[in-house]
């Protein structure tokens, strides 16, 4: 919030229409931005109709080329120290960083992973990077919800490179899969994924692992886990056949290795584009978010009518007491909804 012009403060206070704030977004203001992120992070139905209204505007008059990043990793393993500087050298380059976080976590504890921005106190200076906290209190989908949007809006914003951290716990790399171009996995030097408290599948999801911390007494180390990985990852088909998951070392505080993320993020994108598959990718993702949307929604219009939700009670019951099976409550429930919706 540091560039932010005090008239643009007092202007905010009147009531500004979607309009005016998706415009104020085209032409790289900061404060609508924000404004419009708190909007779509916004479960109250006027705040939300107003942030529809800034989404249509804004896909009909912007088109950013941007390259999405997810950086994840266990807690600690360095993730912002790393953004920090990565994004330093992107904005070097002449790029606009926008950082985003998933934490679902913070929807129950209402703390944020980048809460302090300690760990970007530079990047968060800088004209051309947007750095914005997790969301504190949404749900999991509104987190989904809120952080896709928001990088449409950064986009719209001028921003071309989105990074994405996300905390290596619960399902948050698998959201960030499904918002993200590349995936990058940094591990700690050591052996094994149980040691790293790395869950199942989380390597396979990777298209660029950096072994960090990679420093100081720690090279042999780093050397030797590098080796595993790389070795595990010869088992796994990546989806884009022609790639091979690099497994560097790196040191996010020493800002080593840093330049070859940009080389692979580079080699992965151009490969990436050539085969078709860039933007297959996104439309994909985009796809698959309006049928989860859906599900979600259908979901909650059912548990909403009375009628579905005094039965589903009464099922219940019938479970406790063992007296039927599920599958014969799921038939009757098929035929009550379908009965439901056919008398509408
Ligand atoms: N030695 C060494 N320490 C590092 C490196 N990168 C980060 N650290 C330290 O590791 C600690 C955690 O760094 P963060 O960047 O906050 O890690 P994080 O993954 O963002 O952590 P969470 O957001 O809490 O999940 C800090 O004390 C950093 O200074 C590195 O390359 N080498
Ligand atoms: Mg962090």
Redesign the pocket.
């Known amino acids: 919030m540091n560039h932010i012009n005090p008239s643009y403060r007092s202007k905010f206070k009147s009531k500004r229409s979607a309009t005016e704030i998706a415009k104020a977004i085209v032409e790289r203001d900061r404060f609508a931005l924000s404004k419009a992120i708190t909007l779509v992070e916004s479960s109250d139905p006027t705040k939300k109709q107003i942030s529809t209204e800034i989404a249509d505007y804004l896909a009909n008059h912007t088109s950013t080329k941007s390259i999405r990043i997810a950086i994840s990793?266990?807690?600690?393993?360095?993730?912002?120290?790393?953004i920090e500087k990565w994004g330093l050298q992107y904005v070097n380059q002449g790029h606009k960083v926008a950082v985003l976080a998933i934490d679902p976590s913070s929807s129950v504890t209402h703390g944020s992973?980048l809460g302090d921005k300690t760990?970007m106190e530079e990047l968060g200076q800088h004209r051309n990077a947007y750095i914005r906290p997790s969301a504190a209190g949404l749900t999991l989908g509104g987190v989904h919800h809120a952080t896709r949007e928001s990088i449409r809006l950064c986009e719209s914003a001028g921003y071309d490179i989105i990074l994405i951290?996300t905390?290596?716990v619960g399902q948050s790399e698998s959201m960030a899969a499904e918002m993200s171009d590349i995936f990058v996995l940094?591990l700690l030097p050591g052996a094994g994924d149980e040691i790293q408290g790395i869950k199942r599948g989380i390597v396979e999801l990777a298209d660029i692992v950096a072994i960090?911390?990679a420093?100081?007494d720690r090279i042999q180390l780093a050397t030797e886990s590098a080796k595993s990985y790389r070795n595990a990852l010869s088992l796994y088909h990546h989806p884009i056949l022609e790639w091979r998951v690099p497994v560097s070392m790196?040191?996010?505080?020493?800002g080593f290795g840093i330049n070859l993320l940009t080389d692979q993020v580079n080699a992965f994108c151009k490969l990436s584009k050539e085969k078709g598959e860039f933007d297959a990718k996104r439309i994909k993702q985009d796809i698959d978010w309006l049928y989860k949307t859906i599900e979600q929604e259908v979901g909650l219009l059912m548990y909403n009518n009375p009628n579905i939700s005094d039965t589903l009670t009464n099922f219940k019951s019938q479970i406790i007491e063992g007296k039927r099976s599920t599958h014969s409550l799921i038939n009757e429930l098929r035929s009550l909804i379908q009965r439901t919706y056919d008398n509408q």
């Not at 790196?250 to 020493?254: A, D, E, K, N, T």
């Open positions: 990793g266990s807690p600690g393993v360095g993730k912002s120290t790393l992973i760990r951290e905390v290596g940094l960090n911390k420093d100081e790196i040191s996010g505080l020493r």
